[in-house]
């Protein structure tokens, strides 16, 4: 059974950059049939796709334009876990943030627990 | 990107009661549409994919259909657990996006 368990702050400060891991159990990061997705939700925003990394032979990353100056996603393989870096937060990336396995057919059938991170001084 | 919507945004409605959401989106998407179950303080569940396979341990009283631009999600029955938001997704096309969801509320 795969898990993800998320961890990282749950509060930033502004200007400064949000980092938060997902570890992986039951599955690799270095899987050739799944990439592994970041996606936030707020009131304001919804459910928002941020960003995934995937291995296809070699590593690749994809990142929503609305994000893609300041976002960063990384895979560990050492610890089988990634991660997501978001440079220079303001308070409308106040959000829970989600880490998600993606299938081969794009669906998002396993999820991190989901963590709040609040953007304030 | 491809915009999903949909209608309603919420809704009241009692156990036993039959509940039909709908998604549309502002291009073709063939099938390639997901639905998603989230209570209060948890993620997203996957339910059905590809517009109308349910995923594995899901009730029968879930069904989805549609094709092209416009889906429906029917619960049959409406039970106390399914009382929680609901939300579509396309994997169409990256990025993949959602819709802004439907509250199912007890009336």
């Known amino acids: 059974q795969v898990q993800l368990q998320q961890s990282g702050p749950g509060l930033v400060k502004p200007s400064q950059t949000l980092s938060l891991t997902c570890a992986i159990s039951?599955?690799?990061?270095?899987?050739?049939?799944?990439?592994w997705n970041w996606i936030r939700q707020s009131p304001s925003r919804g459910l928002e796709w941020l960003g995934r990394?995937?291995?296809?032979?070699?590593?690749?990353?994809d990142y929503a334009v609305s994000v893609k100056s300041r976002i960063t996603i990384n895979p560990d393989t050492s610890k089988n876990q990634f991660s997501l870096q978001l440079k220079s937060v303001t308070p409308e990336d106040t959000a829970v943030y989600y880490c998600?396995?993606?299938?081969?057919?794009?669906?998002?059938?396993?999820w991190g627990q989901g963590t709040l991170v609040t953007v304030s001084s | 990107d491809i915009q999903m919507t949909q209608s309603p945004s919420s809704l009241s409605t009692s156990v036993g009661d039959r509940v039909t959401i709908t998604c549309r989106a502002s291009?073709?998407?063939?099938?390639?549409l997901n639905w998603y179950q989230q209570k209060p303080g948890k993620a997203p569940k996957l339910l059905i994919s590809a517009a109308s396979s349910l995923q594995s341990g899901v009730p029968s009283r879930f069904t989805g259909s549609g094709s092209g631009t416009d889906f429906t999600l029917t619960i049959n029955s409406l039970q106390p657990e399914d009382f929680a938001s609901y939300y579509c997704?396309?994997?169409?096309?990256?990025?993949?996006?959602f819709g802004q969801g439907t509250k199912v509320e007890i009336k």
């Open positions: 291009q073709s998407i063939n099938s390639y």
């Open positions: 990394t995937y291995y296809r032979s070699k590593w690749y990353n």
């Open positions: 997704q396309q994997n169409y096309i990256s990025p993949w996006t």
């Open positions: 998600a396995r993606e299938s081969l057919t794009a669906l998002f059938d396993y």
């Open positions: 039951g599955d690799s990061v270095s899987s050739n049939s799944v990439a």
